[in-house]
Nanobody
């Protein structure tokens, strides 16, 4: 069992930056691939970034590529998402999630993730 708690969301202006953090409690954090998802009102939850067990491989949605950076620190049971050049369309609730497997064909799918945090709100004003 892994519990995930996100933090770092807030209200910012377009062009600003935010850093989201997700701290995991429980066992075997390093045996899980990790992902950040977001869900805007009226829209489906979508994957924005993912990182493999050791942090050597990452994947990004096209909409955030070059602006967002996912990283993890297994010694601290933490995964981060640095978000730069934020846009109003980035407004959403952001969730971190843990998966047992890393595969590019499936790591963007919500069904691949076993554990989810409660989410943190990010609002970007124009």
């Amino acid at each position: 069992q892994v519990q995930l708690v996100e933090s770092g969301g807030g209200l910012v202006q377009a062009g600003d930056s935010l850093r989201l953090s997700c701290i995991a409690s429980g066992r075997d954090f390093s045996s899980h691939a990790m992902g950040w998802f977001r869900q805007a009102p009226g829209k489906e939850r979508e994957n924005v970034a993912a990182v493999n067990f050791g942090g050597s491989k990452t994947h990004y949605a096209d909409s955030v590529k070059g602006r967002f950076t996912i990283s993890r620190d297994n010694a601290k049971n933490a995964v981060y998402q640095q978000m730069n050049s934020l846009k109003p369309e980035d407004t959403a609730v952001y969730y971190c999630a843990a998966a047992y497997e890393w595969a590019l064909a499936t790591i963007t799918k919500t069904a691949s993730y076993i554990y989810w945090g409660q989410g943190t709100q990010v609002t970007v004003s124009s």
